[in-house]
């Protein structure tokens, strides 16, 4: 009777060299090139068609891929096998560790096979009729791997070297790496190398042995994640503490390159490990001209080209030996003999965080919790607060730079005291969020600058000054000023020795100069002439809990409280869930379209302040003001064709600036995670969709560090520069989404 062998298939690789395609949700194992069945399942059709003998199948695949693995096996009889789980990768030694332990516990001293998932191969007769020829040296206590006879200088693939040939079974000399091109050919003039396959026939009782003398440290882990492990209908479950403990290796390096004795098959099948898109080229259906063409593609005049669209129509015309793959967030073009090397995109790719590596587009795909804290992270920290730390700071004159040309230059602007604040700010926040950069020198600097120049009389600030610092507006504004304090009370909790005492003379400003005498509220500028706006007092209240949160004083929340009372009183509208933007002196709204506008940005920035404040009071109703605004912005203030926040929008919800500014989309993630857990449903999905947006439409077409402020209804650029008081609210909403994803995803 033919003995039996338990096959394993490992379906843990991200496959990374077929980017864009193949992604760490959707790796290339379920893509389907041929048109018959995704790699995986033909994998599996392979296996259960041996010919003669028992042989129950396995897979091993990640834990996220469970539904999709489940999809696949759905049809195919596995005789007795089932899938094993891995709650995290943990490299090929791992795998086929698991591999020997099931195989033990369960068939006892039985032949094992273990076998990529992602590999083209010819037939399952012929590949069936190598593993045989393997057999008996395998049941000999062997290590048996296959072999392929090269027929070209392949740089992709590992090779094998052979001492020599008995009854169809080679004596391995050594395993080798992936060689250059001059290795690679002198191998092909040797005639005694040969592609590693990556599949592995053995005794459990050999591989066990293996491990025992090569990797103790993994055998025993893994043992211990296996004993660990529960079983249900749908497969093996191991627990991630455990598994994560495995040291993560290959095969290769952990037994294969250090056992002894090991045999080779030379493989009777044709066999392709379809690891670039130059593999996919040589296999695929080619027209005349030798071109594969996947989708929506119209190529005209082009040779030995692999071209696939999986989105929008894709164009090409006179192109020879060209790679070219489009998908709906991402387009690689290389000449198809670098096309393998797409890995140092994905590498330079993962490095900054970009998600593109991790996430397939779709549009009714949950990106998981915390997924974009390693581009947050890379973005602020390595691109943003390093430029504007440098090139956005006037050496010269003192201050920063109101703004930057998309090349990175200052431009000659006025300086606002607001930007001066909120760049003072920004490097402060950037401090206490563990930025080692000069966050000191940057903060007394701006603080500096803005007290040797632009103090009033009165023991105000200005509104605007020159380049060299010369006052160019005098006017004591309320917005100005609220922004000033924002600045103080951060820069008071890293250490500013200038902070607390700036911040006393401007409250005394404040009371003295900006208060309306009949208390309420705050006039726009201390001449007291002029409509009333809500924005400086939604900025004051930002401003006063800032410096609750930087003393405890309960001083600063009783200033809260009466901006809070005006919010009750006067600016928010419960008919329409709206907040209203101008005022006359009575707190009328403004006639005409003003007393309509409203703006959803705001709307954003009220819900997270109305929030902070709840908490710090216990005005626990103020939560469901916070929830109406974040309603009301999300349903009228949204342009559908981007997803992002109109300018601005009438209470009865039609637009009235079409314009998205990165600003509003920046307030749209704070608010939301304001909300998040305060009673209301779960929203750390629309906290992942809001950061998307931002990236998609306002980071990632800039230059690094950089940003698009103004877009139009179609999506189109409208920015001539980049502003630097947008620096203030990207940090502000960023560093709290790291805040608030500490712990989650990676």
Request: charged share 25%; aromatic share 10%; net charge negative.
């Amino acid at each position: 009777m033919t003995e039996r062998i338990v096959s394993f298939v490992m379906s843990g690789g991200v496959g990374s060299r077929l980017w864009p395609l193949s992604r760490e949700d959707n790796p290339k194992q379920f893509h389907d090139f041929s048109g018959d069945g995704s790699m995986l399942v033909k994998t599996l059709r392979r296996l259960t068609a041996r010919p003669d003998g028992e042989t129950p199948v396995f897979l091993i695949a990640s834990e996220r891929h469970a539904d999709r693995v489940h999809a696949d096996l759905a049809g195919i009889d596995l005789s007795g096998g089932g899938p094993l789980f891995e709650p995290t990768g943990r490299n090929t030694a791992a795998a086929v560790a698991l591999a020997t332990l099931r195989t033990l516990s369960e068939f006892g001293d039985s032949l094992v096979l273990v076998v990529p998932s992602d590999h083209e191969i010819a037939t399952a007769r012929q590949f069936w009729q190598s593993v045989e020829n393997g057999a008996a040296a395998a049941r000999a206590g062997r290590l048996v791997v296959f072999g392929i006879k090269p027929g070209h200088p392949e740089t992709g693939y590992g090779y094998i070297e052979i001492a020599g040939e008995k009854d169809g079974i080679c004596d391995v000399s050594r395993f080798v790496e992936k060689p250059d091109l001059a290795t690679a050919q002198n191998y092909l003039a040797a005639g005694n190398f040969y592609w590693n396959t990556g599949i592995f026939l053995f005794r459990a009782s050999a591989m066990r042995d293996a491990f025992t003398a090569f990797a103790p440290e993994i055998w025993k882990a893994t043992e211990i994640a296996y004993q660990a492990a529960t079983s249900d209908l749908s497969g093996l479950y191991m627990p991630l503490e455990l598994y994560a403990a495995i040291p993560s290796t290959s095969i290769d390096y952990a037994i294969m390159e250090r056992a002894s004795h090991i045999a080779m098959v030379p493989a009777g099948f044709r066999w392709n490990d379809l690891g670039s898109w130059q593999s996919l080229l040589d296999v695929g259906p080619s027209d005349n001209d030798g071109n594969v063409i996947v989708g929506d593609v119209v190529a005209i005049d082009c040779e030995n080209s692999y071209i696939r669209s999986d989105s929008r129509l894709l164009s090409a015309i006179g192109l020879k030996d060209v790679a070219i793959v489009s998908t709906a967030d991402a387009t690689f073009v290389a000449p198809v003999s670098r096309s393998q090397n797409v890995k140092k995109i994905v590498e330079q790719l993962e490095k900054s965080g970009r998600l593109e590596t991790r996430f397939t587009p779709a549009g009714d795909r949950v990106i998981e919790s915390g997924a974009w804290r390693r581009r947050v992270h890379h973005w602020l920290f390595e691109e943003t607060v390093p430029l504007w730390s440098t090139v956005g700071v006037d050496e010269r004159h003192g201050g920063f730079h109101e703004a930057l040309g998309f090349d990175a230059t200052p431009l000659k602007k006025p300086k606002r005291m607001r930007t001066m604040a909120r760049q003072v700010y920004a490097f402060a926040v950037a401090k206490a969020r563990g930025w080692d950069g000069p966050a000191d020198r940057l903060v007394g600097h701006g603080l500096e600058f803005m007290a040797r120049n632009g103090r009033t009389d009165n023991g105000g600030w200005v509104r605007t000054l020159n380049v060299d610092g010369t006052v160019a507006d005098a006017a004591e504004d309320a917005y100005d000023h609220s922004c000033v304090l924002l600045a103080l009370a951060h820069a008071h909790m890293v250490g500013s020795p200038d902070a607390l005492r700036l911040a006393e003379e401007t409250f005394a400003f404040l009371d003295a100069h900006l208060e309306d005498h009949r208390m309420t509220g705050f006039l726009e500028t201390s001449s007291g002439v002029g409509e009333r706006r809500s924005n400086p007092h939604m900025h004051l209240l930002e401003a006063f809990l800032a410096w609750h949160q930087a003393t405890g004083e309960l001083a600063y929340l009783r200033r809260a409280a009466r901006i809070v009372d005006l919010f009750r009183s006067h600016f928010f509208d419960p008919e329409s869930w709206t907040l209203g933007e101008y005022f006359d002196a009575e707190w009328r709204p403004a006639e005409g379209e003003k007393g309509a506008w409203t703006e959803p940005g705001h709307h954003f920035e009220w819900a997270s302040l109305l929030v902070d404040f709840a908490g710090r009071s216990g005005q626990s109703d103020l939560t469901g003001f916070a929830r109406k605004l974040y309603a009301s912005a999300i349903a009228n203030g949204l342009n559908r064709a981007t997803g992002l926040a109109y300018g601005a929008v009438s209470r009865q919800g039609l637009p009235l600036d079409l314009v998205s500014r990165s600003w509003p989309q920046a307030e749209a993630i704070k608010a939301a995670i304001a909300l998040d857990g305060s009673g209301g449903p779960d929203l750390k999905p629309e906290i992942e969709a809001r950061v998307g947006r931002l990236f998609r439409w306002h980071i990632n077409p800039a230059p690094l560090g950089l940003w698009i402020d103004r877009i139009d209804e179609r999506g189109r650029s409208l920015a001539t520069d980049v502003p630097a008081s947008i620096f203030y609210h990207l940090v502000c909403a960023l560093t709290q989404y790291l805040d608030s994803t500490v712990g989650e995803s990676r």
